[in-house]
């Protein structure tokens, strides 16, 4: 018997080692295994985070902790870490949220949230790593499910380990009580794995421009899909108040079929797709939103205020778990022509029944704000259709080009739209500036002792304000981001400074000075800057001696970089692959970062925060080189090209290219000077350009021929030459657009010459009346002076020595504007040659006859023939 109880007590304790030994998921939690939530007693909800569902099950409470929004179109962000250390599964969402205090929520998954604070302003970011959408709510959307064996993967090796909540509070008028908000999402999570993993792929259009009180206005998206096969289960819809209906299709072999169609006034849930449908490989994505402007006074822009517009349809798939990509997005119209096909359906409202506006109840309409902040905003998200008639044409009246400056390296325009110009002072870079290994050889000149950045009315090119003195040695690039902050690089020092507006001693340094390296920690030469205006993120391209682009985060640590040399033995250069990464364009409407390719001629757009290959504009009229690009929201793309080597045709000019087709619009060139090195470019919206040039030390003025027609005609003999100098610009254009017909010519030719013989008339018949009566007075003075001689007058007057020096000052000052050179030139024994013109050597390099003493040129990376110039 005793016997008996042994065994039974042995079997009870194995029995009960081995329930102990199965994991509960919520033995592996790190942290909130018996925390409780401090959240306001207004909150509702559970007061733990994590709820266990079982052996492998568990919930996650992700609730904003008791806000009150402060103004309207606030976004507020927070993050919750996922509590186990090993790879889970989404496979559920519960809202818990109203419109009445709530626009829409949005859920990102990634591994390090931009904030470690409680809440915080999402105008610092959401993500400081690349973020995935995991969900999204707005206008009481029910809750959402998954289809069975499908979850979104995070955490293990591959998926995010933070979740983070973006609450956007459009109207904050339902927080006039001072009450907290803790809205937020259940996420149901478990630890069985899934077979097939579910992603987001997001289509959104960019530039839509929707006119007041145009009854019909379409916003059209569209992608070529280049993936493994997915298959669709659900959509989402969203659009503002002008929103009518939004409609998602797949196209293949030319047939369209419906993925969803819903209105977005409706419960902005995901929906399931009533049949499913599958994307294979080369299907095209297409997408339409359809508005109305009626009852608005202004042009409404896509944006993130409720008076603003956005068209997005949210597309829910799963994959084999494999092949699984969580996240994809489409902001283009990659056939435009495609949708003359598109259904019907997709142009026709859709019909909204009682039962479901009765879960819109309550909501407070979107009203219109016309304080004077809002207006601004407006203002500034202005676009300009693509499709308008324009040409650009130097500013000839700008006295901009007069000023007298040193080598032009970098060029922006501030948050007023002021010019902003950096240059190098007396300091020149030529090839006594770095020995072999890209080190600095002339530190014993010390920095540059005057204000390197110059601050400009754009209009006038009046000084406004500068700044910049004793900082730099040799400036390169410039920009400036969506706070008015300053971001320089000096090839000099390797390394890239933050500035305020009115602070002298730089906000943020990134490399180590005089320091040249390829690593974390170093830069080599570094060209440019570039930061992303929604999650802070900075882009570093670097540069004459490295070839890649850097991403740091916005408190400037190392993130990732891509980018490698280009290897001329195998002829055209590679994706991804760079010889001297001259200029950056971050073009926020596409989620793309533009790079001017500077010796492979060339520019390549790559995706944000990933730096995956978008695609390549390349042209044979960029020739060798492609120095600079600059983007206007809207769709422009604006680009300045090199010198042509020896032998090659392709003239130095700045061309006009519409972003989404790579399709050059329009080429321009000076009329006053002429380039020499152009080394930047800068756009605003309203097609106004600015180049500056390193070797001519000069800054044009550019505009289009819309906004120069207001100019006043001048009169008399100004008239003629005012011909003349239209019948130059005509050529110039007709020499840079060969395209244009001989008829064309023809007739503006004809039309010159008959304005020309109207001014030639006039004065022939003035010269006509002048002439005699100059002969007559010259005869009466002729008499007087000989009757004057004959009487014995001593007549005889000698010329003055000193009015000859006073002439020879007379004539120095009349080269016009202060000599920064010659100022210089007496202060602290610094040489002039900075201020000289340049005398050069080589395929890209200029002499000047009248002087050969100095010299002066810009050293590129380790050189491959044909050797390149640098600036």
């Known amino acids: 018997m005793a016997g008996l109880v042994n065994n039974l007590l042995i079997l009870f304790l194995v029995f009960q080692n081995t329930c102990l030994g199965f994991r509960n998921p919520l033995s592996v939690f790190r942290r909130y295994k018996d925390v409780t939530r401090s959240l306001t007693n207004e909150c509702l909800g559970s007061d733990r985070q994590v709820i266990s569902l079982g052996l492998s ?45 709530v626009h829409h929520m949005l859920l990102f998954g990634c591994n390090e949230p931009s904030s470690t604070k409680s809440y915080w302003d999402c105008d610092e970011g959401t993500c400081k790593d690349k973020s995935n959408i995991l969900y999204a709510w707005a206008r009481n959307a029910p809750p959402t499910r998954l289809p069975k064996g499908v979850g979104f993967r995070v955490g293990g090796e591959t998926g ?57 206005v379409d916003a059209d998206i569209a992608c070529h899909y280049k993936r493994f096969p997915m298959h669709l289960f659900a959509y989402r819809v969203h659009t503002h108040k002008l929103g009518k209906v939004v409609s998602g299709y797949r196209v293949r072999n030319g047939q369209w079929t419906l993925i969803g169609r819903q209105s977005p006034q409706l419960p902005q849930a995901f929906y399931p797709v009533e049949h499913l449908v599958d994307v ?31 068209c997005n349809f949210y597309i829910m798939y799963y994959m084999d778990a494999k092949h699984a990509v969580s996240y994809m997005t489409c902001t283009q119209n990659a056939n435009p022509e495609m949708f003359r096909d598109i259904p019907q359906e997709a142009n026709i409202p859709v019909t909204i029944k009682s039962d479901m506006l009765k879960m819109t109840h309550g909501h407070h309409e979107e009203t219109m704000d016309t304080d004077k902040s809002s207006l601004l905003q407006q203002a500034k998200k202005e676009e300009e259709s693509l499709d308008q008639d324009f040409h650009i044409e130097e500013v000839v009246e700008w006295p901009g080009l007069d000023l007298k400056l040193g080598q032009v390296s970098g060029l922006a325009l501030d948050l007023e739209k002021n010019l902003v110009i ?66 320089v690089t000096d090839v000099a020092l390797h390394q890239v400074f933050k500035l305020g507006a009115d602070v002298k001693e730089p906000l943020l340094i990134l490399g180590m000075a005089l320091q040249p390296g390829s690593d974390k920690n170093h830069f080599c030469q ?58 950056l364009a971050l073009i926020p409407d596409f989620s793309e970062l533009c790079v001017a390719d500077r010796e492979n001629g060339r520019i390549q757009c790559f995706r944000l925060g990933t730096g995956e290959f978008v695609r390549e504009i390349k042209h044979k009229s960029f020739g060798r080189e492609l120095f600079a690009v600059s983007y206007v929201p809207g769709g422009l793309l ?127 018949i003035t010269t006509l009346v002048i002439i005699p009566v100059v002969v007559l007075l010259a005869i009466l003075v002729f008499i007087r002076w000989r009757k004057t001689t004959l009487c014995g007058a ?53 002499k000047d006859e009248d002087d050969s003493t100095d010299s002066e040129e810009e050293c590129s990376a380790p050189p491959l023939p044909p050797a390149p110039s640098s600036s």
């Open 794 to 846: 001593d007549g005889e007057h000698k010329l003055d020595p000193s009015s000859g020096r006073i002439l020879g000052k007379l004539k120095g000052k009349g080269s016009g504007g202060l000599n920064l050179g010659n100022f210089f030139a007496s202060h602290k024994g610094y040489s002039r040659k900075g201020f000289d013109r340049l005398s050069t050597e080589g395929s890209d390099q200029e």
């Open 280 to 310: 294979s490989y080369d299907d095209i994505l297409a997408a339409r939103c359809v508005f109305s402007g009626e009852g608005r006074t202004t042009e409404t822009h896509i944006g993130g205020t409720a008076n603003d517009e956005m």
């Open 57 to 101: 099950d568990f919930a996650l409470d992700i609730r904003m902790p008791g806000v009150t929004p402060k103004q309207s179109d606030t976004y507020l962000c927070m993050s919750v870490p996922l509590p186990v250390d090993d790879e889970a599964y989404v496979v559920d969402f519960k809202p818990h949220a109203s419109m009445d205090t």
């Open 638 to 764: 604006f680009a300045i090209n090199g010198m042509p080597y020896p032998g090659e045709a392709e003239p130095v000019q700045g061309f006009v290219m519409n972003f989404s087709t790579g399709e050059i619009i329009d080429t321009f060139i000076p009329l006053r000077k002429s380039f020499e090195m152009p080394h930047d470019v800068v756009a605003s919206e309203d097609k106004t350009v600015f180049i500056g040039d390193v070797h001519a030390r000069a800054v044009w003025k550019f505009a289009s021929t819309e906004k120069m027609e207001h100019r006043s005609v001048k009169k008399a003999g100004i008239e003629v030459q005012e011909i003349k100098e239209r019948e130059t610009i005509v050529e110039a254009r007709l020499k840079n657009n060969p395209e244009s017909t001989g008829p064309l010519k023809k007739q503006e030719k004809q039309r010159l010459v008959q304005q020309a013989s109207t001014g030639v008339s006039f004065v022939l």
């Open 526 to 583: 570094p060209t440019d800057v570039a930061v992303d205006p929604i999650t802070g993120s900075i882009y570093v391209s670097d540069g004459y001696c490295n070839s890649r682009v850097i991403q740091f985060s916005p408190n400037g640590l190392y993130m990732m970089q891509w980018g490698e040399g280009t290897e001329t033995s195998l002829g055209r250069a590679r994706p991804g692959q760079f010889h001297i990464p001259h200029s």
């Open 422 to 487: 950096f240059h190098r002072g007396d300091h020149v870079w030529d090839e006594n500036s770095f020995d072999s290994k890209f080190v600095y050889q002339q530190r014993g000149l010390g920095p540059i002792e005057q204000n390197t950045i110059l601050v400009l009315n754009p209009s006038n090119a009046k000084l406004l304000h500068s700044m910049g003195k004793r900082l730099f040695y040799l400036p390169h690039g410039l920009s400036i981001d969506k706070n008015g902050y300053y971001w």
């Open 160 to 216: 995010g380990r933070f979740f983070v909540l973006q609450v956007h509070y459009g109207d904050i008028s339902a927080f006039r009580d001072k009450h907290s908000d803790c809205s937020g999402v259940t996420l149901h999570l478990t630890h069985q794995k899934q077979p097939l993993i579910a992603g987001m792929y997001l289509m959104m259009s960019v530039n839509t421009v929707i006119p007041p009180g145009e009854k019909v």
